[in-house]
Structures are given as C-alpha cells and as structure tokens.
C-alpha cells in the first residue's frame, strides 16, 4: 500500500475536524447508525469517513485486521466495511474468527470493500453472507447508497 | 615269362590305367577328364611296348615301332591336356595342327626308312635308326617345347587350387618325358646302343605318382567318389554274373535236355539277356546308393542343398534369419563342426553370425581383410602368413562374399566333422552358394537398414514432441507468470485509482464546497478518465483471468435498462465534450430483469458505447434496447470512422487493432472486444457487428432473455440511483 508523502497533492488526512460544507449529524442520537470502517491506506478511509458523517453516520476507523476484529467485539457497531488486503488480519480471517468466536451475522451487514477481485475471495465473502465489491468501480456515493440500503435507510 | 620284369611292368601298366579310369569315372562328360584318361592309357601302351620290344622279339620291329607311335601319341596328349586344363588356352585350329603332326608322324613310324630293322640283342631289342629317324627328333621336341610352353602359360593363368593341380601333373609329365628322352633317344643316338631304353617303362611311374599326389593332395580328382563308383560298377558286376550264371544254370538243368530244340535254346538265352539289360541299371542303383553309403557317410546331393538354400533365401527377408539359417543349413549339410559370417557395412563389421563350436579365437577386421580373394583352401596353401592364420583360427575355407559392384563379407567354414578334406563336391557347391548369398546379404542389409533408418526417424521424432512439449510447457509457465504480473500490478493501481476517482466524484458532488463551471468540467474530464482507466484495469484482469482459466460468468438478476442507463449517463459527459450526442432508447415495453452476469456484461456495453464516442468526430451514438421473445438485443450505432474490410476477421482477437483506431487512439489496448465477445458467448448469445469504413459501425449482442424472479437488494438499490 502506498503511504502518502509530502509531494501528495492531498495532505495527509486527519481524523480531525469535519468539512465545513458536511452538515452535523441530527440532534436525537438514539437513531445514529455506526459504520464500523477496517481500511489501511488513510486516504481512502479518509473518503469514506468524510461521505459518511456528512450523511450523518458514525464512523469508527480501524487501520489494521486485528484491531477491526476487536472493534467489532467491543463496540457494536450497526454495519461494518472491510479491506481484505490488511496488516495482522485480512478481512476475510476477519470474518473468520468473527464467525469461530459465535459472532451473530444477522445483526450487523458486512461489506467487504476491496481492490482484489479474485473470483474465490467473492466466494468466501458470499459464505460469509456478505456483500463484494470492488473499490475502483464505486465512487464513496454509492458506497454510502449501498450502505444505506443494508441498513435499511432511504438512500442518501 | 612270369619274370619279375614283367611283373613290374605290368604293375606299372596297371596303375596307368588305373589312374586314367579314376579320371574317367570322376566326371565321364568332361574332356580334360577324358584327355588325361587316354594318356594315362597310352603312357601305359608305351610301357608295355617298350617292355615287348626286348621280351617278344618275334615281333621286335613291329612292337618297337609301336613304342614310338606310344610315346608320339602321348606327347599330342600331354599337350592337349595342358591346352584344356583347367581351361581351354588355344583355339580348335591350333589343335588341328597338333592332330595332324601327330598323323603324319603316326605314319612315319611305319614308313621303312623310319625303323628298318631292329638288331636282336639276348636281354633287348636295339633299333637301328633309318634316314627319316630324325623327323620324330624334330616332332618330340616341337611337342615338349610347345608343352612346356603352354605349361608355363596354364600356371601363369591358373589360380589356387587349379593351378596347383596342373603343376604337379605338368612337372610330372616333364621329368617323365625328359628321362624317357634321355635313355631311349638322346643316350642311343650319343653312345649308339640302347642299354637304359627298358627304364623308359618304369619312367611313367614319376608321371603317375605326381598325377595321384595331385589327386589326393590337391584335389584333381575326387577319388573317394571313384572308389565308391568303381566298387559299385564291381559289386553290380560280380551280382549280375553270378546271377546270369545261376540262371543259365537253372534253365539248363531245367529246360534243357540233350534233345531239347536248339532254337528254344536260343530263345530262352535271349530272354535271360533281355532281362539282364533290363535289370542292370535298377540293380546298379541300388549297389551305387550302398556303396554311397559306405564310402559317404557324409555324403549330400548338391541339387538338394541349393534348393534348400534358394528356399530359405526366397522366404527370408530378415537379415539376422538370413545369416543365421543359412549358416545352420551350410553346415549341417556339409557336416562342418563350425561355420562363421561375417558382414560388412561401410568397411566395418556390421553383423556376424556363428554355428557350431566357436573357435578359442574368432578373427578380427584386419586379420579379415588379409583374407580379400575369391576362396581360399588352407589345404592349398602351401604356407605363409594366410595359412598359419587360417590355421591358428581353426579356419579350412575361406570365401569372400561379393556381388558384381560390392563387398558384402566373408563365409569362414571349419574342419568338418569327419576330420576330411573338402571335396572337389563341397568347394563348387560353396562356390555357388557364396554368389547366391552375397546377392541375398546385400538385399535384406538394404531392407535392414531402412527399416533401422525408421526406427531413427521415430527416435528423432519423439525427441523433437518431447522437445516441444517441454518448450510448451516452459511458454505455459511464461504465461502464467505475465498473468499473474498483470493481475498483481492492476490490483496495484486500482488503490492510487480509488482515491483520485472517488475525490473526483466527491469534489463533482460539492463535497469540498461549490465548484466554478470550468471547475466542474475539468474535474469532469479528470473523473471521466479516471473511470475509463478502471475499466481498462478491469479488462486486463479479466484477460488475465481468461488465459489463466479463471474466468467464470457469474449470473445474477439485472434490471438492464438501468445498468445501460447509468452506463449511458457516465459516458455522457465525455460524449458532449466531443459535442457528439448519445441518445439511449430503452424498449418500449417494460422489461424484467435478467439472468446475466451483472459485472461483465456492464463492461461489454461501456466499452461499445465508450469506443463508439471515441471513434465518432461527428454525429451521434444511438444506443438501442430491444427485446423480441426469448431474446434480448442491444446495439449501439454510431457515426464514426468504421472498420477497415481488412481488419474485420481480425477485429475480436486478442491485442488486436485496427489501423485506423491506432491512429485516433494510440493507448488502446485490443482488449475490449476480444472480452465482449467473450462475454457475450459463454452466456450463450451473439456479438452484432457490421461496419462501413467511414462511414461508421454497429456494435451489440443478442443475449438469451431469461426473465428472472428474486431480485436481489443490491441489484434493486442500484436501479433506484
């Protein structure tokens, strides 16, 4: 993965303040969904981030497998969007040991959200009940519509 | 009279005679053989008229003469001998002038001026010499030298075996007749009186005694089988006598009284005559087949044995069976303990083959190579470096096989079982055998050697399929490996494509606050490649996947309207920039979704509808969904620059492209349509394409339409944006 540097045309992206232009989620918290986000290149959870909050969601980033595995565990988060290709952990042995540790799939969606497209990690997501989706072809839109349907929302 | 003179004589006499009918009987047809018959014959007349020239001196002067017209005669068969032995050296015409020498001097000796009378001595009868005496000085010494002559000629020519037979008889003959000279012609007519003229009778003893030495030694005449022939012709003689003799005397006590009819005499005698013509030659048989039997245990008929051998060369092919049979029937025929053949090829042994006990020591090529002539006896050798190697090999016989033009080997035969000499039976049957076998050899050598040359060009050729199906195998690993180079940096370079595509989009949808016009359209235009270079990725890995076999068609439920209508509405902004309309006409009735795999088949009409707006400058892109029973059709038409006549055969293969397409996109990669056709045909539908070039192309598929019944979330979250 390549890490950014200080010739990037973008600075390295912060967790920090949200864009002026993102609205601030509603003031009835209850409702607030949380997206749960295992990504290792900080530009692209960046993006996610960004399109989430400003639809109002709850982001929790997560930069490696082993962290998103606990994150999940400890913090129940509504939906959860893994990378497959991670430190410690892919998405899939994510997953895995989600699934070894008596993890209830039907209570949050998974969406893997990957670069690779080989024909038998789409397979093991499906096992998985799992969406697949390829990162390149989707803009963070459609990301955030998908994601709005699985948790049964109105598109944004 | 019984004196021991005569006796001697006599005996002398009678081993001439004997020697003539050995030759006789050895091969009755033959005229050498006949020649040396009557010579022997008359040496032997000379002897005994020389000897009734001094004891029956009644008769002196007429036994003398004829001691002369003996020893006249002999010299014109001498001569004619050495003329036909062992084969013809002069014409008739020269003979004609021996005959008639000898005709003329036949008379001469008669003639009274010849002998005129004889002087009668008490122990022998002295010649007294007439005026014409000289002439048969004259008539000898024309014969001997013309002889002589000849004798020289005959051994200058002869070869082996034939020219050591004429040596001994020849030299025989000469120190017989040079002694015979000597004290009956020259010593009388020197000192006058004729005391040594009784020697010139046992003289023909040398003559005989180096004629028998060549027999036996040199194989002049077959003896053994004279022997056998001569003790049968004996045998059938003495039975048929004894059998006359029994009979005469049975039909005489029986038939015949004192007054029997004389002429039932005679008939009953000519009956037992006609019988006895009748039975001689079955009786003869018979005899001739025991004595056959006795003398020959070893005996085998010629014809018999080269029939054999034309069979197993008639029915033969294999070269190995060849050698290996004709060697076990040559031997076993012939009684010979070991037989060995040795082929060459190209001047190297190339097969040899054996029978019987194998030698302590079989030659090798050189030694061989020594033994290059026609045949060779070691018998007949008298010594030297062929000899003591035959000799050291356990060899006998040596013949070289060879056609007319080549070298074919060498036939080496051993002792033969009987520890005999091989007869003069057994060398021309061998040299027959050896011609007819060196022409077999050489045709089954030519058989074997292309039927070896096969079994080489099918070794080649599996070394060449190995070869390739190594190099084969090594291109697979090769392409594998650019496979998976291909799919790893695509994968690569979709992360870097993610962030600046999804910021593109983001920065489109105001996310990073309001955007100029010319802002948008720039960042349109970025976002708008940004997108095209996903799908190129897409394509790559999808090529990647189908060498790879990895490429599967993955169905799913798909609202078709809606995925070319977003496909539609992404390329829009490219297609206005070039100011080229894009028009979409869904069908008029509502259409279900369909069972097609989703992904692939998104990419297939992206990369008609994009290359229709690259290749159009002018003009529109109508892209046109219909459907017609169970099948649905999608074209997409444009106005652009078309497809060359030529390129069209080639237009759906891999990397290929278009030279007129190079020239508006030198970054294309021939992919698109090698993977649309791809995709459009393993779901079981057609690619649609024609084109006028410059005019402008039709590009579409006809898909099998198969209305699908649960729709999946995602398919339909997708139809609502």
Not at chain 1, 130 to 154: C, D, F, H, W
Not at chain 2, 441 to 454: G, H, P, R, S, V
Request: aromatic residues 8%; contains cysteine.
């Amino acid at each position: 993965m390549p890490s950014p540097t200080n010739n990037a045309p973008v600075s390295t992206p912060t967790a920090a303040p949200v864009p002026a232009a993102v609205a601030p989620a509603a003031a009835a918290d209850t409702d607030i969904k949380t997206i749960l986000i295992a990504e290792d290149d900080p530009f692209i959870s960046r993006m996610y981030q960004i399109k989430l909050e400003s639809a109002g969601f709850r982001v929790i980033l997560k930069t490696n497998g082993r962290d998103a595995f606990e994150g999940i565990k400890a913090e129940h988060p509504n939906l959860a969007v893994l990378d497959i290709n991670m430190p410690e952990l892919t998405g899939l042995e994510v997953l895995s040991a989600l699934q070894n540790d008596g993890f209830d799939f039907s209570q949050m969606p998974v969406i893997v959200l990957t670069n690779s497209s080989e024909l038998a990690d789409r397979n093991t997501a499906h096992s998985y009940g799992a969406e697949y989706l390829v990162k390149a072809e989707l803009t963070p839109r459609e990301v955030l519509n998908i994601i709005s349907e699985k948790l049964g929302l109105a598109a944004a | 009279m019984l004196s021991l003179s005569f006796l001697s004589v006599l005996m002398v006499s009678s081993l001439s005679v004997l020697l003539g009918l050995v030759a006789l009987l050895n091969n009755p047809t033959r005229l050498t053989n006949r020649i040396f018959a009557l010579l022997c014959v008359l040496s032997s007349a000379y002897g005994i008229t020389n000897y009734l020239a001094d004891h029956d001196q009644s008769r002196g002067l007429f036994w003398a003469r004829m001691t002369f017209l003996a020893a006249a005669l002999v010299l014109l068969f001498m001569l004619l001998f050495i003329n036909n032995f062992p084969r013809k050296l002069f014409n008739k015409k020269w003979e004609t002038w021996a005959y008639v020498l000898s005709s003329i001097i036949s008379v001469v000796v008669f003639l009274p001026d010849f002998i005129p009378q004889v002087d009668l001595k008490p122990d022998r009868t002295d010649v007294i010499t007439g005026g014409l005496y000289p002439v048969f000085l004259v008539y000898v010494v024309i014969f001997l030298v013309s002889s002589y002559r000849l004798g020289a000629l005959s051994l200058q020519h002869g070869e082996g075996i034939e020219r050591e037979k004429s040596k001994y008889v020849i030299m025989g003959f000469f120190i017989a007749a040079l002694l015979i000279a000597v004290t009956n012609l020259i010593l009388p007519l020197l000192l006058g009186n004729n005391d040594l003229s009784a020697l010139g009778s046992y003289f023909t003893l040398v003559f005989i005694g180096f004629s028998t030495f060549a027999i036996i030694k040199r194989r002049l005449f077959n003896v053994r089988m004279v022997v056998a022939r001569s003790a049968g012709y004996l045998l059938v003689v003495v039975a048929l006598a004894s059998m006359y003799g029994v009979a005469i005397f049975g039909v005489s006590q029986l038939f015949i009284g004192k007054d029997t009819n004389p002429l039932f005499q005679d008939g009953i005698y000519t009956l037992l005559s006609v019988v006895l013509a009748f039975t001689f030659q079955p009786l003869l048989r018979v005899f001739q087949r025991g004595t056959n039997d006795i003398f020959y245990h070893e005996h085998y008929d010629s014809q018999v044995v080269l029939s054999n051998f034309s069979k197993i060369l008639v029915s033969e092919r294999d070269l190995d069976h060849i050698l290996k049979r004709t060697i076990t029937e040559l031997c076993e025929s012939l009684h010979i303990g070991f037989g060995q053949l040795v082929i060459f090829n190209n001047e190297r042994v190339y097969r040899v083959e054996h029978f019987g006990q194998l030698p302590k020591r079989l030659m090798v090529a050189p030694e061989l190579a020594t033994l290059n002539s026609s045949m060779i006896v070691a018998d007949e050798l008298t010594g030297g470096a062929r000899k003591q190697l035959m000799e050291n090999h356990g060899i006998r016989v040596s013949l070289t096989l060879k056609t007319r033009e080549e070298f074919v080997g060498y036939l080496l035969l051993g002792d033969k079982l009987s520890g005999d000499i091989y007869s003069s039976q057994d060398i021309e049957l061998l040299q027959i055998i050896s011609k007819q076998l060196a022409v077999a050899i050489l045709n089954a050598k030519a058989y074997a050697q292309i039927e070896e040359f096969n079994l080489t060009l099918q070794a080649r050729v599996d070394h060449a399929t190995n070869r390739l199906r190594a190099a084969n195998h090594h291109l697979k690993e090769l392409d594998k490996a650019k496979d998976e180079f291909i799919s790893m940096a695509s994968h690569q370079l979709r992360t870097p494509l993610t962030t600046i595509k999804g910021y593109l989009s983001m920065m489109l949808e105001g996310d990073s606050g309001q955007l100029t016009p010319a802002q948008k359209e720039f960042a349109g235009f970025a976002y708008g490649s940004s997108e095209r270079m996903v799908n190129l990725i897409s394509d790559l890995l999808n090529v990647s996947r189908l060498s790879a076999g990895r490429f599967l068609i993955q169905t799913k439920p798909t609202d078709m309207v809606a995925m070319i209508a977003d496909e539609v509405r992404q390329l829009a902004t490219h297609a206005s920039a070039k100011n080229i309309g894009l028009i979409f006409e869904p069908p008029k009735e509502i259409l279900p979704p369909a069972e097609i795999d989703d992904n692939k088949t998104r990419q297939v009409v992206m990369n008609f509808i994009d290359n229709a707006i690259y290749y159009t400058q002018k003009g529109e892109v109508r892209v046109v969904l219909e459907q017609s029973g169970d099948k649905v059709r999608l074209e997409v038409r444009d106005s652009g620059i078309g497809v060359p006549e030529k390129a069209k055969k080639k237009l759906f293969t891999k990397f290929f492209r278009a030279d007129n397409a190079q020239i508006v996109r030198p970054d294309g990669t021939g992919l698109g349509l090698y993977l649309a056709k791809r995709v459009v045909e393993d779901q079981g539908g057609t690619i649609i394409f024609n084109s006028v070039e410059g005019k402008g192309s039709t590009f579409g598929f006809e898909l099998p339409f198969t209305p699908a019944t649960p729709i999946r979330e995602v398919a339909h979250a997708k139809s609502h944006k």
